[in-house]
């Protein structure tokens, strides 16, 4: 059963950044995707950034250029590096496991950006 461990958020101002580490354990697959989803206050939870692999990356409209994701060599972490932070980023970030029909989610990690 895989694993996921969040860390990382924090409280930073608008036009900051932040990394997120997600570090999985369990049995990680090579040929998994790996994603990051936020959920804000009264909003439904929502894609940010997926890889899959270590190449095949997917970011949501609202992050790309912004928002970098990585894997590491190893396959069992993954990062996202936050930059140029706005405050509708603000939400819990959630890291994602998935391998056919089998998910994982980790606890969630806050991210507040203030104005």
């Known amino acids: 059963q895989v694993q996921l461990v969040e860390s990382g958020g924090g409280l930073v101002q608008a036009g900051g950044s932040l990394k997120l580490t997600c570090s999985g354990s369990g049995g990680i697959s090579s040929l998994s995707t790996m994603g990051w989803y936020r959920q804000a206050p009264g909003k439904q939870r929502e894609l940010v950034a997926t890889v899959t692999g270590h190449t095949q990356k997917h970011y949501a409209e609202d992050v790309k250029g912004r928002f970098f994701i990585s894997r590491t060599t190893n396959w069992s972490a993954i990062f996202l590096q936050m930059n140029s932070l706005k405050p509708e980023d603000t939400a819990v970030y959630y890291c994602?496991?998935?391998?056919?029909?089998?998910?994982?989610w980790g606890q969630g990690t806050q991210v507040t950006v203030s104005s």
């Open positions: 994602h496991y998935r391998r056919l029909d089998y998910e994982s």
